[in-house]
């Protein structure tokens, strides 16, 4: 009885991933989403309303004019008249920026030391409004689900075996979803950003050869990660798959 429920829980599951693939915009890549997209709209704007409000935004400078003014040249090229366009800069020495669900978009003021021009700092507002318009954060919280479910249904089959048995299955999981599944999910999404990224950039009339010349600022002063142990692909990956990106767009 316990192989023929987990049998139908796996059909189960099976039937909700295929209801739940979708098409990433540009790159046309299969996702798995079970979020909808009024759901992920409110949490974006509900997290950046508690987000703003422990930060200090920035107003009536020419950084904070620059940002807004990107940022709309941008937006209109990703062309979502369902997102509610923000753009702020807010003070923090951290090289960062992130674009929440709806299109609303923080720059921290530390990244302007590697974003020397205009269009480097274009490159980093593609880059994170690109995670928004693939769904980058929803695709994670779904694949997260459907492993913890898979690992639920695990634990049931090896009820029976013993508490041993779970144990070593629940470790084995753990490490082996985390390097095999969800850290190579994460490079994917980072260069598949920066591909939509270098598509928004070219749209919106900026230099795509700048996308080089920033991420090498990023890089500089900074040992080589392990991608295998990194969420996010080294420098030299990454400015390799924007070098084909840009050659993608000029063909």
Excluded at 63 to 79: P, T, V
Excluded at 196 to 218: C, Q
Aim: proline share 2%; charged share 20%; hydrophobic share 40%.
């Amino acid at each position: 009885m316990k192989n023929y429920n987990f049998i139908i829980s796996l059909f189960f599951i099976l039937f909700i991933i295929v209801g739940c693939t979708q098409k990433t915009p540009y790159t046309n890549r299969s996702q798995m989403i079970f979020m909808s997209q009024e759901e992920e709209l409110a949490l974006g704007e509900q997290s950046y309303k508690k987000t703003l409000s422990s930060l200090k935004v920035i107003t009536s400078t020419t950084d904070a004019f620059r940002i807004r003014n990107i940022g709309f040249r941008i937006a209109q090229a990703a062309n979502r008249s369902d997102f509610k366009w923000e753009f702020n800069l807010v003070e923090d020495n951290q090289m960062n920026a992130f674009c929440l669900p709806g299109g609303k978009v923080v720059v921290y003021t530390g990244i302007l030391k590697a974003a020397k021009n205009d269009d480097q700092l274009a490159t980093v507002m593609s880059h994170e409004i690109a995670h928004a318009l693939a769904r980058h954060g929803a695709e994670r919280m779904s694949s997260a689900k459907l492993q913890q479910g898979i690992q639920v249904l695990g634990n049931v089959v090896l009820a029976s075996q013993g508490s041993s048995y779970q144990n070593i299955f629940n470790q084995a999981y753990g490490v082996g979803t985390q390097l095999g599944i969800m850290l190579p999910y994460g490079r994917l999404q980072e260069n598949e950003a920066d591909e939509i990224g270098i598509y928004l950039m070219h749209k919106a009339g900026y230099n795509v050869n700048e996308a080089l010349n920033f991420w090498k600022n990023m890089s500089e002063g900074k040992e080589s990660n392990n991608e295998f142990f990194s969420t996010h692909p080294s420098s030299q990956t990454r400015i390799n798959n924007i070098q084909n990106a840009i050659n993608n767009i000029k063909k």
